[in-house]
């Protein structure tokens, strides 16, 4: 199996009701200042090159963001955020991402997230969590060749993305490492960094400033050789 084997696996789960019912609703409900799209409304696969030394990990793709683009943070103000990062430290070609098919491309870092899926509210369960774990672990074996450093954004994520790490091979501390801004963990030949999450809760309020993100991005990419 291969990334694009993968990608083609994930946009075809249906294994969380929940979630299958929710992202389907806003894809035919849509909102209305995209009343002319045709949402996605399906699992958001991983999105950058295949041999990146660098991932990012996420949450969940946002119901009028990447459920309506396809693409992982693309369409949407947390997306706004981070790909506007990535451009300045010289990780995208771009700092827009508007729809899967603007050109954007990233250079050594791949985007992913834990649940595939919208959640509504943005809030996956514990079980829906649990049940896509297996896209991740597949995701992260496959790319374990060339990763080198790997960013997880907010708490949930970092729940979720240490056992899939674990589950792939990676030797991850007991106790589990806490998660917090700019926590650095060794695992073997890889350093796992936390990150708060670029959503606007956090953005907003000034908990995550530009300069913080832009921070972890380059100490990450560092890291990872770039
Ligand atoms: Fe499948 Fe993951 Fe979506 Fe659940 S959240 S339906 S496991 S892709």
């Known amino acids: 199996m291969n990334l694009s084997d993968l990608?083609?696996?994930?946009?075809?789960?249906?294994?969380?009701?929940?979630?299958?019912?929710?992202?389907?609703e806003v894809a035919r409900t849509k909102r209305a200042a995209f009343a002319d799209w045709t949402y996605w409304g399906r699992p958001v696969p991983g999105f950058g090159p295949a041999d990146s030394p660098l991932l990012i990990i996420g949450l969940a793709p946002a119901a009028h963001g990447a459920n309506r683009t396809g693409r992982m943070f693309t369409g949407d103000r947390s997306g706004d955020v981070l790909y506007e990062a990535l451009y300045d430290v010289g990780l995208a070609s771009q700092p827009t991402a508007v729809s899967a098919d603007d050109g954007l491309e990233l250079y050594g870092v791949r985007i992913t997230s834990p649940v595939r899926c919208a959640p509504p509210a943005n809030k996956p369960t514990p079980e829906e969590r649990d049940t896509c774990r297996s896209w991740l672990v597949d995701e992260l074996t496959l790319l374990r060749p060339t990763l080198k450093a790997?960013?997880?954004?907010?708490?949930?994520?970092?729940?979720?993305?240490?056992?899939?790490?674990?589950?792939?091979?990676?030797?991850?501390?007991?106790?589990?490492?806490?998660?917090?801004?700019?926590?650095?963990?060794?695992?073997?030949?890889?350093?796992?960094?936390?990150?708060?999450?670029?959503?606007?809760r956090n953005t907003f309020t000034g908990k995550l400033t530009p300069a913080m993100l832009r921070d972890v991005l380059r100490t990450a990419a560092g890291s990872a050789g770039l």
């Not at 249906?14 to 019912?21: D, I, N, S």
């Not at 907010?154 to 917090?180: H, I, K, N």
Request: hydrophobic share 50%; aromatic share 12%.
């Open 7 to 24: 990608d083609r696996g994930i946009t075809g789960c249906r294994a969380c009701p929940r979630l299958v019912a929710w992202r389907e």
């Open 150 to 200: 790997a960013i997880v954004l907010g708490g949930f994520g970092w729940q979720a993305a240490l056992p899939a790490f674990a589950a792939a091979g990676w030797a991850v501390p007991r106790p589990r490492p806490v998660f917090g801004h700019g926590v650095r963990v060794p695992l073997d030949g890889l350093d796992l960094f936390g990150c708060f999450h670029v959503s606007q």
